[in-house]
């Protein structure tokens, strides 16, 4: 049987994403999988921890509210363009009030294709869905009763095609801050190996991520606010801003705007969401609008904590 051509591969995925190929390079490790992260515009590196604490600050988990939090999330990514989707699994426990324990898990699912031969024409009966997944294990310590470090070790595998694999190894480094209504956090995220699915190699989208948030409390009701920005290693800003209002710890509505450019995987939009919680049951969704590229993407969980 007729191999893949893997240039074609890796040039036909790129457009579909609508980045740059160096910006494509896993881009698992860039797209949230938390509805809550998605509706406040991913301006989420200053929230307390919670079960997707690891795609935001690692050092988040010892200032989380529960104990112990587990999520299940699915996304559907560009729905109308690249048509991805993603399936994610979260977790965090507190052993103590200072040290926090994480596990985190995607699986990205990309367009599939018909293979292609040495002269460029399609191999009959035969399809291939090009997906990456991604294991993260994390732990942060509170030194201070004000102030956590944490760090986050992960596995991520990429394979666009037959003979286009690849695999690295990374890490997250976070910093996290909380003291009375004020929050601030900073994470170092995808430093490590570089992605090699042929001759040539590709950095991680390594970035900076730096954020602030201030909860407002009235009464039975709490009105959060949040601002990030981020800085690619590789060249590149993205940012977000975002609020949410709860009401008795039930009921959620959150909305924000996140600022991205084409050459990165996330363009700007805006988002919007709502969420519950019932005796430690959470249920989260978020709808992305105002982008022609991510137009219908939404993603929703399911969770419990205590």
């Avoid at 052993?95 to 926090?100: F, P």
Wanted: with cysteine; glycine share 12%; net charge neutral.
């Amino acid at each position: 049987m007729n191999k893949y051509i893997s240039i074609v591969a890796v040039i036909v995925l790129s457009c579909m994403s609508g980045v740059s190929l160096r910006a494509q390079t896993m881009p698992s490790l860039l797209l949230d999988q938390d509805p809550v992260s998605i509706a406040v515009g991913s301006a989420r590196v200053a929230s307390d921890g919670d079960a997707f604490a690891l795609q935001n600050n690692v050092a988040s988990m010892s200032f989380a509210e529960e104990t112990m939090s587990v999520k299940a999330g699915f996304t559907l990514w560009q729905p109308s363009y690249a048509n991805m989707k993603n399936i994610g699994l979260g977790g965090i426990y507190r052993i103590s009030d200072r040290l926090g324990l994480g596990l985190d898990f995607k699986y990205l699912m990309k367009q599939p294709y018909s293979g292609v031969t040495g002269n460029g024409s399609a191999i009959r009966d035969s399809e291939f869905r090009p997906s990456e997944i991604n294991f993260a294990a994390g732990v942060s310590y509170a030194f201070m009763d004000c102030l956590s470090a944490g760090v986050a070790l992960r596995y991520a595998g990429s394979s666009l095609s037959p003979d286009a694999k690849a695999n690295i190894f990374g890490a997250d480094l976070g910093l996290f801050f909380s003291m009375n209504s004020v929050r601030a956090g900073l994470s170092v995220n995808n430093l490590g190996t570089k992605v090699k699915y042929s001759e040539k190699a590709y950095p991680q989208p390594m970035l900076l991520k730096a954020g602030a948030g201030y909860d407002l409390t009235m009464g039975s009701s709490v009105l959060s606010f949040d601002a990030e920005a981020d800085i690619l290693f590789a060249g590149g800003v993205m940012a977000g801003i975002g609020c949410e209002y709860s009401f008795r710890d039930m009921v959620f509505a959150r909305a924000g705007y996140h600022y991205g450019n084409s050459a990165n995987v996330v363009p700007s939009h805006g988002a919007a969401g709502l969420g519950v919680k019932i005796v430690g049951i959470n249920l989260d969704v978020a709808y992305i609008f105002g982008s022609k590229v991510l137009a219908n993407s939404m993603c929703v969980s399911l969770g419990y904590s205590f």
